[in-house]
């Protein structure tokens, strides 16, 4: 399989190098040529199978061209040691839980998949010293650094923004030390994902170091994210509920709808997605108007989701250019909704009260988003939760009246020293402090 980048501009990659180079150099994000279609008994056989099955089968779909079968399985295997279950919450509604992951997080997965994908690559070239870049609005810095702890020949960068974050999710990869650096940017996600994607447009940084990035921009980190939507769909399938399936992402760099998005290409039978944003409502505003406007990101409860230019918009608009009119296809495709810290909070507290369900801030955007887009009684309702309420402990506690346990894996976090490096958000001082590394 040869990649391309959304930009056109930029030679066609292989997966090898796709996966370490992160951006094309056009700095476009790579996309597959093809996206293969699974056939539909195969899709229906799922239901009888495990997780992990699940995923050794996507995987040999979108990746089987470029590493051997054998490989890819263990790859998969040290993935997913883990179960995701889909709960029925009430009615028509059900939830999937992606927090189960070492950092109880949803992107557990694609970064462990990509740290183990990447090693392969550099193994077979015998390279060391590659340097990830990856920025951060709170859960993708933790799962990336835990993901990547102790790889030999990979250090990992996290440039987060400073008081932007969680200080549960701050401890998960500012108290790790060994190969994974925190770089506690003063400024915005934008600006932190601004300084990574420059930094591999830099030529000196390029001849100085390897780089390539684990944030969802890299094919290795947000594809994988495919396999869960698989799941959800066979655990309902089991059930008789994966009719008229129509699914509520929390949505900031748009890389988990993306991952959707390639499901549906690939066969899997979504009726309609839902994008919730929170106050950083660039594509719902798109949705509205057929013009995309990036803007400085703002701070909110739902803070994985601050993201005022999603990196990920490329890959949508890419996907949906084979249409004649591609705005108007993307609006029968995907539904969008926003919600204010105030709105959030609201829906907290009435699903804890009425079902006894605690949501994180994220997963709160997702319900809600179903919840107003009100399916109807033949479609089967879904929304992702995708991170532990436990990560945002003192707002949930606070909004529903709680004392939250905290879980060992959490636990275990929060009683190491943080170690992070203060920066400005300026390109030429992140540089002069990455070139004396």
Known sequence: MKYYSTNKNAPLASLKRAVIKGLAGDKGLYMPENIDLMKDFVIGEM???TFREIACVVAQTLFGDDVNGDTLDRIVADTLPFDTPVVHLHDNIYCLELFHGPTLAFKDVGARFMARLLAYFIDREGVRDVNVLVATSGDTGSAVANGFLGV?????YVLYPKGRVSAIQECQFATLGRNITALEIDGTFDDCQALVKAAFMDEEMNEHSRLTSANSIN???????????????AQLDKTGMADKLVVSVPSGNFGNLTAGLFAHWMGLPIRRFIAANNRNDVFLDYLKTGVYTPRASVSTLANAMDVGNPSNFARIMDLFSIYPKPYEAIRKRISGYR????DIAGTMRRVYKEYGYVL??????GYQALADYRPADSETGLFLETAHPAKFKSDVDRILGTDLEIPARLRAFMDGEKQSIPLGRDFEGFKKYFLRQ
């Not at 094919?219 to 769909?233: D, E, N």
């Not at 919600?339 to 105030?342: L, Q």
């Not at 994180?360 to 955007?365: L, S, V, W, Y």
């Open 219 to 233: 094919i290795a980190r947000f594809l994988p994210q495919t396999f869960y939507y698989f799941y959800a769909y």
């Open 47 to 49: 239901k009888d199978m």
């Open 360 to 365: 994180d801030p994220h997963g709160a955007c």
């Open 339 to 342: 919600y204010t810290d105030e």
């Open 152 to 156: 030999e020949g990979i250090n990992v």
